[in-house]
């Protein structure tokens, strides 16, 4: 009984995996899949975005809704800067910054208003859709891994607005704060790794 439950799942899990594949991938359907994937392999990445979702939720509406669809948008603008060979000054240290300031906005539950906010994380923007754009796989098609990444990007923004959402609950919110501060440190370790003080 046994030995046939695990030749059924054997069978099953190899019948259902997927093949390994380099990251460059080729045509719209590879060049979707590099971009879905791409911002999850990066660790100041996701950080950073998830707390544009968590800061969202903290300033509350019309941040809650803006800071999200504002951040992929200027994000493909910034890819397009990327692909096209523009560079921008220190990109390394705009996107690590990016987790350090962001991070310490939701910790210290920093409510500069909505111009301010919304200025902020068009900057941090720019600079991570310009480094997606830049390391777009040669092979890749462009337009495919563009949407991609926007479309991951925007998921990770849903994931920090429901830790938001559910940390506004009574006696959730050091959920919220020590978010922020896991995200401020992770990022201020990317900060000094760009800063070259790491090697």
Same mark, same amino acid.
Request: positive net charge.
């Given at each position: 009984?046994?030995?046939?439950?695990?030749?059924?799942?054997?069978?099953?899990?190899?019948?259902?995996?997927?093949?390994?594949?380099?990251?460059?991938?080729?045509?719209?359907?590879?060049?979707?899949?590099?971009?879905?994937?791409?911002?999850?392999?990066?660790?100041?990445? *996701? /950080?950073?975005?998830? #707390? %544009?979702? @968590?800061?969202?939720?903290?300033?509350?509406?019309? +941040?809650?809704? &803006?800071?999200? =669809?504002?951040?992929?948008?200027?994000?493909?603008?910034?890819?397009?800067?990327?692909?096209?060979?523009?560079?921008?000054?220190?990109?390394?240290?705009?996107?690590?910054?990016?987790? *350090? /300031?962001?991070?310490? #906005? %939701?910790? @210290?539950?920093?409510?500069?208003?909505?111009?301010? +906010?919304?200025? &902020?994380?068009? =900057?941090?923007?720019?600079?991570?859709?310009?480094?997606?754009?830049?390391?777009?796989?040669?092979?890749?098609?462009?337009?495919?891994?563009?949407?991609?990444?926007?479309?991951?990007?925007?998921?990770?923004?849903?994931?920090?607005?429901?830790?938001?959402?559910?940390?506004?609950?009574?006696?959730?919110?050091?959920?919220?704060?020590?978010?922020?501060?896991?995200?401020?440190?992770?990022?201020?370790?990317?900060?000094?790794?760009?800063?070259?003080?790491?090697?």
């Amino acid at each position: 009984m046994r030995s046939s439950l695990a030749a059924r799942f054997l069978l099953w899990t190899t019948l259902l995996a997927m093949p390994a594949v380099a990251h460059e991938q080729s045509g719209l359907v590879g060049g979707l899949a590099s971009g879905l994937l791409h911002p999850l392999t990066g660790l100041d990445h *996701l /950080v950073a975005m998830v #707390a %544009v979702g @968590l800061w969202g939720a903290e300033l509350g509406m019309p +941040a809650l809704w &803006l800071l999200p =669809i504002l951040f992929p948008l200027v994000m493909a603008c910034g890819g397009v800067l990327g692909v096209a060979g523009v560079p921008l000054p220190m990109p390394e240290v705009f996107v690590a910054g990016s987790g *350090l /300031v962001l991070g310490l #906005a %939701v910790a @210290l539950r920093w409510n500069p208003g909505m111009g301010w +906010a919304s200025a &902020l994380v068009a =900057i941090f923007a720019v600079f991570h859709g310009h480094a997606h754009g830049v390391e777009l796989p040669r092979a890749a098609n462009a337009f495919g891994y563009g949407l991609g990444f926007v479309v991951s990007t925007g998921c990770l923004h849903l994931c920090g607005i429901g830790i938001g959402v559910l940390a506004a609950r009574p006696g959730w919110h050091r959920v919220y704060r020590l978010s922020g501060a896991v995200i401020a440190v992770i990022g201020a370790y990317f900060l000094v790794r760009a800063s070259g003080v790491l090697g």
